[in-house]
């Protein structure tokens, strides 16, 4: 069992940058694969990125080469490093976990809002 915790959300101008963070408690965080997933109003949801618990990450290529997932396993949290910000890139953020093949474990998500 792994609970999550996202912070770091609010309203940016196109261009701009936010960092999202994911707080991770009640399991051993090192041992999980970790990925953002997005959903706008009315849109299914999609994965953004995701780190594996050995480091490797993959981008969606909507979002390649502007945002950065990383981890920090000293400090149980992920995060989501978004640049060049779009609108298109306006949703709710959510952290998730994965210990073996399925990402079974949800954050309650931070809402990202982007002007145009």
């Known amino acids: 069992q792994v609970q999550l915790v996202e912070s770091g959300g609010g309203l940016v101008q196109a261009g701009g940058s936010l960092r999202l963070s994911c707080a991770a408690s009640?399991?051993?965080?090192?041992?999980?694969?970790m990925a953002w997933y997005r959903q706008a109003p009315g849109k299914q949801r999609e994965l953004v990125a995701t780190?594996?618990?050995?480091?490797?990450?993959y981008s969606a290529d909507s979002v390649k080469g502007r945002f950065t997932i990383s981890r920090d396993n000293a400090k149980n949290t992920v995060y989501l490093q978004m640049n060049s910000l779009k609108p298109e890139d306006t949703a709710v953020y959510y952290c998730?976990?994965?210990?073996?093949?399925?990402?079974?474990?949800w954050g309650q998500g931070t809402q990202v809002t982007v002007s145009s």
């Open positions: 998730a976990a994965a210990r073996w093949e399925m990402y079974d474990y």
């Open positions: 009640g399991s051993i965080f090192s041992r999980y694969d």
């Open positions: 780190i594996t618990s050995g480091g490797n990450t």
